[in-house]
């Protein structure tokens, strides 16, 4: 695999797992805790998000043509999930001291969602594992050079989380509580485009320039 192929994937996966708009969605859902415990948190949705796009790579293609589904109804699907818990981020009550309790006893549920998917293995990040690994298109050496630029964007999407607790202590809960609100805006837009852009894809529908 050419240089230059390697850049411009590594630059593909970088844009759609996106480490650095995930360390907002990071903060919001540890806020409260100490720092073992997020660095645990961050180690362990990256990892999980890793096992889920290793997976889109190299079984997500046979899966979705095997069940017949189209990649643009994966899209759409994964966008709503997305648009949906933007909502919660958007609209949802700051976390006080009082409610720290309830996200200690959630916090498997967190590892899970909203950080490993769909904030850093998104429905765009797999979608892209899956169209960068086109077992039509790409040799299994291919395939696995692939696999090892996405691992390299997740561990630096661990080390941004890992960095997190530094950035908590200059914003405080206050500005935790104010970031979570605007990143909850911002992915309800992405969501919607990827809504669209999949619907487009689909139909086909012409768009204007």
């Given at each position: 695999?050419?240089?230059?192929?390697?850049?411009?994937?590594?630059?593909?996966?970088?844009?759609?797992?996106?480490?650095?708009?995930?360390i907002p969605v990071f903060l919001a859902v540890t806020v409260g805790l100490e720092t073992a415990q997020r660095n645990a948190i961050a180690l362990?949705?990256?990892?999980?998000?890793?096992?889920?796009?290793?997976?889109?790579?190299?079984?997500?293609?046979?899966?979705?043509?095997?069940?017949?589904?189209?990649?643009?109804?994966?899209?759409?699907?994964?966008?709503?999930?997305?648009?949906?818990?933007?909502?919660?981020?958007?609209?949802?009550?700051?976390?006080?001291?009082?409610?720290?309790?309830?996200?200690?006893?959630?916090?498997?549920h967190k590892v899970v969602f909203p950080l490993a998917v769909p904030s850093l293995a998104s429905?765009?990040?797999?979608?892209?594992?899956?169209?960068?690994?086109?077992?039509?298109?790409?040799?299994?050496?291919?395939?696995?050079?692939?696999?090892?630029?996405?691992?390299?964007?997740?561990?630096?999407?661990?080390?941004?989380?890992?960095?997190?607790?530094?950035?908590?202590?200059?914003?405080?809960?206050?500005?935790?509580?104010?970031?979570?609100?605007?990143?909850?805006?911002?992915?309800?837009?992405?969501?919607?485009?990827?809504?669209?852009?999949?619907?487009?894809?689909?139909?086909?529908?012409?768009?204007?320039?």
């Amino acid at each position: 695999m050419e240089w230059n192929i390697i850049v411009r994937e590594f630059v593909t996966l970088w844009v759609v797992i996106d480490p650095i708009g995930t360390i907002p969605v990071f903060l919001a859902v540890t806020v409260g805790l100490e720092t073992a415990q997020r660095n645990a948190i961050a180690l362990q949705s990256t990892l999980i998000a890793t096992g889920i796009l290793l997976f889109f790579i190299f079984v997500g293609q046979r899966l979705l043509e095997a069940m017949a589904i189209h990649l643009e109804a994966f899209q759409i699907a994964g966008g709503l999930v997305l648009f949906i818990f933007a909502m919660t981020m958007i609209f949802g009550e700051s976390k006080p001291e009082q409610e720290t309790q309830e996200v200690h006893g959630d916090m498997h549920h967190k590892v899970v969602f909203p950080l490993a998917v769909p904030s850093l293995a998104s429905p765009g990040a797999m979608l892209s594992a899956v169209m960068l690994t086109d077992n039509h298109r790409y040799a299994l050496t291919e395939q696995t050079i692939t696999a090892g630029i996405m691992a390299l964007v997740m561990l630096c999407a661990l080390l941004l989380l890992l960095m997190a607790g530094p950035i908590l202590r200059v914003i405080g809960m206050a500005g935790a509580s104010v970031v979570s609100r605007v990143m909850g805006l911002i992915l309800a837009s992405v969501a919607v485009d990827n809504i669209l852009h999949a619907t487009v894809t689909f139909f086909g529908i012409p768009v204007p320039p």
